[in-house]
């Protein structure tokens, strides 16, 4: 073939400790537990501070670990899988959904880009919907659902009793129109990002954590019904697409390395 | 609702010139166009070196610029959409596909979390198959699929003229025998990882890259009949799942924030 080679990079040492580290976690300590203090493992390991810190780091973004003040380094509990999937998720405006939950929606004419992403003309009415995602009690994603006035069409308007819908209501009001539509394709794409400073305030991390976004296009009639990028916290995550349910997915750690 | 937490986490200092960086990129450069060096960059902006490199670190981590050792710092090209399903991609046997190329083969007796995986007993014989794919002339990602045996009980074995089948060609058998099961299910899993140093020499990047690492489980008769873990490079690829082909997905950045 030609096209293999396996030549080695070379490794960097706070790599190297990273990956003696993560043995270490995986055979001696079990979810919850404390590991030794930087000062122990500096010298259980003959390393620098600095360069032990590194390996901290990385794992700890890696979310193998976790940093609790007044408490110290955790071990982290293993990523919750986390269904993406209409079948399994819901169509985004299914009440019956308890995992989305809606924040708060804005009501714009669509600029360029948007327009544009959702295939239809500058100018033409958008709503963006916010929500987030809470698995186990966790927040786990945040969403804008983009839905153009005009794939709604067919939806008779729901009037609100009393003033003009705002916020959290408006956001239910949409969705309950998206509802009534039939969804009759979809398509994702997940690629790795980091948290922007308002997504980052959303999912309660500093800004720059790294993400997965996923972008789905819903597809109802024909056409573009719906838009969705939702953010998960790369960390705490896995997603999952269509269980076979015959065995369960083991961690990938067991089964990542070729012998 | 009162889980929405919009108090902005404080943004640190290179996080704020990444984004302003990353607005003057999409304005002012297209692919490939080599930036203005580190200091011109820090004059124009008013920043220190160290806070500069810190932002153009993270804008290369994220797949937004490109540093080539005798030229500069380049405008990324955007990134490689890769279909990741059965009906696309091929079932991983099919001899259509020319994607995943085979790199070599190893077939030892299952340790315990690898039987576990496969949903079969301890020292059962397990296939290894290495492959690599290509987009565009580029390695995205490599992989693992792990066989057992057992599950291609069915499928004559394959014999090889002359001396013992090794490497590449053994990874062609156990994949052309695999290609003989009738596929009814597969599921999936995605989560941010980081490359280890075998898989980081095959990506051609250091260890520690960010990378996608996607757990397939493919299932035949109603059993597990094959397990790949597929390691996409972050920086260049978005995993794409079932197009709809209605509306182009435009890159995240466009309509990622509310307003």
Redo the contacts between chains.
């Keep these: 073939?030609g096209?293999?080679?396996?030549?080695?990079?070379p490794?960097?040492k706070y790599?190297h400790l990273?990956?003696v580290l993560l043995r270490a976690i995986d055979s001696e300590f079990s979810t919850g537990q404390v590991i030794p203090n930087e000062r122990e493992l500096s010298a259980r390991f003959g390393v620098a501070r600095a360069t032990l810190r590194q390996a901290l780091d990385?794992l700890e973004l890696?979310?193998r670990l976790v940093r609790r003040r007044g408490i110290g380094t955790l071990v982290a509990a293993p990523?919750v899988?986390v269904p993406v999937s209409r079948r399994e998720e819901g169509w985004p405006g299914s009440s019956r959904e308890q995992a989305w939950?809606?924040?708060?929606c804005?009501s714009?004419a669509a600029p360029e880009?948007?327009a544009?992403?959702?295939?239809v003309e500058v100018g033409a009415l958008v709503h963006?919907v916010?929500r987030?995602r809470?698995e186990q009690g966790q927040?786990v994603a945040t969403e804008?659902l983009?839905v153009a006035e005009e794939a709604l069409e067919q939806v008779p308007e729901i009037r609100l009793s009393g003033a003009a819908a705002e916020g959290?209501e408006q956001a239910r009001v949409v969705l309950r129109r998206l509802e009534r539509l039939t969804v009759d394709?979809?398509?994702?794409?997940?690629?790795?990002?980091?948290a922007?400073?308002?997504e980052?305030?959303?999912l309660?991390?500093?800004?720059?954590t790294?993400v997965?976004?996923v972008?789905t296009?819903y597809?109802s009639a024909?056409?573009?019904a719906a838009?969705a990028?939702s953010?998960y916290r790369?960390?705490t995550?896995?997603?999952?697409?269509?269980?076979?349910?015959?065995?369960e997915?083991?961690p990938?750690s067991?089964?990542?390395?070729?012998?």
Tied chains: 1, 2.
């Design positions: 073939m096209t293999a080679q396996l030549t080695a990079v490794e960097p790599w990273r990956t990385q890696e979310g990523r899988g939950q809606p924040v708060d804005v714009v880009r948007l544009k992403a959702l295939g963006t916010r987030l809470v927040i804008l983009r959290e394709g979809e398509s994702r794409a997940v690629e790795l990002g980091v922007e400073a308002e980052a305030g959303l309660q991390r500093p800004p720059g790294p997965l976004v972008t296009q597809a024909g056409r573009l838009l990028v953010t790369a960390d995550c896995r997603l999952t697409f269509g269980e076979t349910g015959l065995v997915v083991t990938v067991a089964i990542r390395t070729a012998s």
